[in-house]
């Protein structure tokens, strides 16, 4: 089923995570550059972080006291989960059981087997769709294409500043001085399962790349903490019957969050445009 509407008629959105991804895809909901979308409603764990956006926003959304309360809304028809993986394991089945239709930024989440296959049976048991943008990589389109058939490997690196990973799981387990980092240094290397739990706000990439192609297991990522570098580098490279694909990106990260390429914003607001649209480029 997914969402139906005539073209006179907006998509209410609900906003799980009011954050530096938030901010962008509400901004752009606002000023029309999503499609025919509505902002209803935002949810922030910190209230403060809702009641900032909303000031900036021109058509002010209600700030729901809850999160239950946002879900629970009849005009909001898609819920974007813009904050946490904690998040979409919490709110993920609820929002599909509530009747809406659901976009997933903290993709890592879903590399939970469990979690993963609940999110899928309820989506098809109540006819809901779950949209998961492409974020801060490219070449998906391919990937999912090339998965028809049989694919021999896929390899992830990604290579970021060393301040980007601070706070990840695994830098506070090791007791890793980020700030005495003088030269690329590999913090991980092997499936992308692990990797999302060990850096959740860094490689949601890593989460994507596995949905499209061959799963957590078999795809492996090498993580770079790299002092020489600005931006957040993302390279693929993927063997197959189809033959060979190799991708590149340099992303610029947030201001204000550096675990974060801006790009991932960018491509949510893409994914909603998508959504809302009536005609629709790319695989």
Known sequence: MGLSWDCDTKIGV????????????????????????????VYDIVREHAERLVKVL???????????????????????????QDAVREYAVKVLEEGKDLMVMSTGALLDE???????????RL???????SGAIVGLDNIKS???????SVILTTRKPPVSFEGAPLIRKRGIDLTSIREPKVLYEGPAREAVKLFPRNVNVAASLSLAGVGADRTRV?????????????????????GELVTRTVNR???????????????AIATLKRVSGNINVGT
Do not use: M, W
Request: charged residues 25%.
């Open 222 to 242: 090498k993580i770079i903490a790299d002092p020489d570098v600005k931006g957040i580098t993302h390279e693929i490279r993927v063997k197959g019957v189809f």
């Open 114 to 124: 469990d979690l993963y296959q609940e999110v899928l049976n309820t989506a098809r």
């Open 146 to 152: 090339a998965a028809l058939e049989e694919i021999e």
């Open 58 to 84: 021109s058509k002010s959304p209600v700030i729901a006291e809850t999160s239950d309360l946002l879900i629970r809304r009849r005009d909001i028809n898609l819920v974007v989960e813009a904050a946490s």
């Open 14 to 41: 609900g906003l799980i995570g009011c954050g530096s991804i938030g901010t962008v895809i509400a901004k752009a909901i606002d000023d029309g550059r999503a499609g025919g979308l509505k902002l209803v409603a």
């Open 253 to 267: 990260p947030f201001p204000d969050n550096p675990k974060t390429s801006y790009i991932a914003a960018l491509s």
């Open 127 to 133: 006819g809901r769709k779950v949209y998961i943008p």
